[in-house]
């Protein structure tokens, strides 16, 4: 059985950790930029806690990363210095962060010049998802990968989608992000603008539930938007950096999409007034009246 290192255990690296030493897989090595965290969970599962990422790649026969953003892969892959892909002939790496498509086009490439494979795993769930082996995966990457990944991938997720190459993954991802953001914006003013008008919220959701006002989003966060209960699953920050991505590959394709850059401003508003930990749910701290005051200008 393969040796599993992951880099990156906040909320959902740890909770993957636990899943797979749960089900029987060695995690011999966690890693994390927050060296407490790194300490808390290997003590709990048995693994040790590298303060070098050349370290995991030696106790792992696969690496899984979760990481924050485009910067922190292009540390962790770096080419030189304290990395994974020192002495990374015949490792395998999946990385799971919601990353740029050529960030991962560019991983594939470094990995494959050092012996080892690589393979994207876009996650479309959360916290409670990767405790419990249901994550919804999105993969990219070559064959090979997949097949050697799949035995300890359908230990973590209940759904994978493969998608193609490398970076065509990541593509699917943002644009699942970007809807989700943009939903999760107007449930917000949907439901601050029935507050407004005086109409009992619970009701509103009642009928938005059983009409074309349904989504997603309304079963997951329209009653914490209503109770003010926004403790992170999904990050203001995430929904911003994930929408950025999107609108950037827009961009790129000459497409004008005035709904994602609309719902970017407003989570970028969020981490402006200092409301970007907040679970996304927390767009609603913008619509309701009366809620959040804005910073002075």
Do not use: W
Request: proline letters at 2%; charged letters at 25%; aromatic letters at 4%.
């Amino acid at each position: 059985m393969e040796r599993i290192g992951i880099v990156g255990v906040g909320r959902m690296g740890a909770n993957m950790a636990r899943r797979l030493k749960e089900v029987g897989y060695p995690v011999t090595a966690v890693c994390d930029a927050r060296a407490e965290s790194a300490q808390k969970l290997a003590a709990e599962i048995g693994a040790e806690a590298c303060t070098r990422l050349a370290r995991v790649t030696e106790l792992a026969d696969v690496v899984i990363t979760v990481v924050t953003d485009d910067a922190a892969m292009k540390k962790i892959f770096s080419p030189g210095g304290d990395t994974l892909l020192k002495r990374a002939k015949g490792r395998l790496f999946i990385n799971c962060a919601t990353v740029s498509p050529k960030t991962h086009v560019r991983v594939e490439a470094l990995a494959t010049q050092k012996g080892a494979q690589s393979l994207e795993a876009c996650m479309a769930s959360s916290i409670t998802q990767a405790r419990e082996g249901s994550l919804y995966l999105m993969l990219g990457g070559e064959p090979a990968a997949f097949e050697r990944a799949k035995p300890f991938l359908e230990k973590l997720g209940s759904s994978m989608r493969y998608v193609g190459k490398a970076g065509e993954a990541a593509k699917v991802k943002a644009l699942v992000n970007m809807v989700m953001n943009i939903n999760t914006a107007g449930l917000a003013e949907g439901l601050g603008l029935g507050a407004a008008l005086g109409l009992d919220v619970a009701m509103l959701r009642e009928v938005f539930y059983q009409t074309g006002a349904n989504s997603r989003v309304l079963q997951t966060d329209g009653e914490d938007m209503q109770n003010r209960e926004h403790s992170c699953f999904f990050s203001a920050a995430h929904a911003a950096k994930d929408s950025g991505i999107a609108l950037k590959l827009a961009k790129e394709a000459g497409l004008n999409l005035p709904l994602a850059a609309a719902t970017f401003k407003q989570y970028r508003r969020m981490i402006e007034e200092g409301l970007g930990e907040l679970d996304k749910s927390g767009i609603a701290e913008l619509t309701f009246k009366g809620r959040h005051q804005a910073k002075p200008t």
